[in-house]
């Protein structure tokens, strides 16, 4: 009996049958935590380039904008992030300001102040308390330059939450100078409405600026009247030099 079982172990230890099975059992398990890890962290990296893709799309349209902007165009600013980041529900937001530097009393030493802040979803409009956070991450600029900032925010929720990854929020951040005009005018705030922010020269003389902006602005001389055969209207001319107030259509 006891030789019996002996050779019986002895065949079992011998026996190299099912091993491939038994190792698949003891790796397979391991190979599939990996994938999914790798795979939810390839994901955020992904979301995170479209997400920084989207401010630079929304940074760059801004910077080309020579016509006045408004609640409405914050708005659709906000849902073409939706459509670009493909967001579901209201977990994107949006806010948008323009920043001028300016000098103090002709001195060397200027300060970054804010023109206009604009928000969307959870986040508030930037005030000027804000601005001493923003300074290390501003651009330098020359006396009297606006840079546009764009900041986004997508809520993410992973498929699977491996080694403790939880929701959290992808931001992106970005600043673009104004391209074809030295300001970017908000209505009711920057169009010469405001005491503390004159619209001075929008346009710049420049004939060629998309969206007929010299038909809104001061940019020639009011009294011998705009060249642009666009423009129509009292936008011609003006009531003598220097007195049109400019980014306001038809202004007299």
Avoid at 69 to 97: P, Q, W
Wanted: glycine share 10%.
């Amino acid at each position: 009996m006891s030789r019996t079982i002996k050779n019986a172990t002895t065949r079992f230890g011998r026996d190299e049958r099912g091993n491939i099975s038994v190792e698949a059992m003891i790796v397979f398990p391991t190979l599939l935590v990996l994938f999914a890890v790798s795979w939810v962290f390839f994901d955020v990296m992904r979301q995170q380039s479209v997400n920084q893709k989207a401010n630079y799309t929304i940074g760059d349209i801004l910077s080309r904008e020579t016509d006045m902007l408004n609640e409405a165009y914050i708005d659709n600013a906000r849902n073409l992030l939706f459509h670009l980041t493909k967001a579901s529900g209201d977990d994107v937001d949006l806010r948008i300001s323009v920043v001028q530097y300016t000098e103090n009393n002709g001195g060397n030493n200027g300060q970054y102040e804010l023109v206009w802040s604009k928000a969307r979803g959870d986040w508030s409009a930037l005030v000027d308390g804000d601005m001493a956070t923003y300074i290390p991450r501003l651009p330098i600029l020359a006396p009297g330059d606006q840079t546009i900032l764009v900041e986004t925010r997508d809520l993410y929720v992973p498929t699977f939450s491996p080694v403790g990854l939880e929701t959290f929020d992808i931001a992106t951040y970005s600043f673009t100078r104004p391209r074809f005009a030295p300001q970017l005018i908000f209505e009711g705030i920057n169009d010469g409405s405001d005491k503390r922010w004159q619209n001075n020269g929008w346009g710049n003389g420049d004939q060629d600026a998309p969206g007929g902006s010299l038909c809104n602005n001061n940019a020639e001389n009011a009294d011998e009247g705009s060249t642009d055969p666009s423009c129509t209207g009292d936008a011609k001319g003006g009531n003598g030099k220097g007195k049109k107030n400019s980014g306001t259509n038809g202004s007299t």
